[in-house]
C-alpha cells in the first residue's frame, strides 16, 4: 500500500508492477524495479505502440481497461494470500480505496 501511495504521489504510473519489479528491501519494505514502460506526470518513459511491447507487458498484472498499479497491486495481493492460504483484508481495503486514483491507457 505504501509503495502504491509513494508512486501516485510522485506522479508515476509504474504500467509493469508484478512480483518480478519488487524486491525486499533491508528496512523490510519493497522497492519497485524496472519503470522502463512507467509513465511520469503523465508523460510515457517509451511508447507503446509496438505491438512486441504490448506483449512485453502481458504479464497478467495489468488490467485490460488500461494501467492501474493499485490494481496490479491487487493482483499480487490475491497471488500471495493464495499462496500463504490467509485473507489480508486490511491491505485488500486499503488497496482497493486507491483503485482508479492514477490510470493511464496505452
Sequence with gaps: VDLVDALDQAGVVHRDLSPSNLLDSRSGGLVCIDFAFAVV???????????????VL???YR?????DDAVSALYILTELESA???????????LNGRV???????
Design 63 to 67: 488490467p485490460a481497461s488500461g494501467w
Design 100 to 106: 482508479g486514483r492514477r490510470v493511464v491507457s496505452r
Design 41 to 55: 506526470d503523465g508523460r510515457p518513459r517509451r511508447s507503446l505502440d509496438r505491438a512486441e511491447d504490448l506483449d
Design 58 to 60: 502481458g504479464t497478467g
Design 84 to 94: 500463504c492460504g490467509e485473507d489480508l483484508p486490511d491491505i485488500r481495503a486499503a
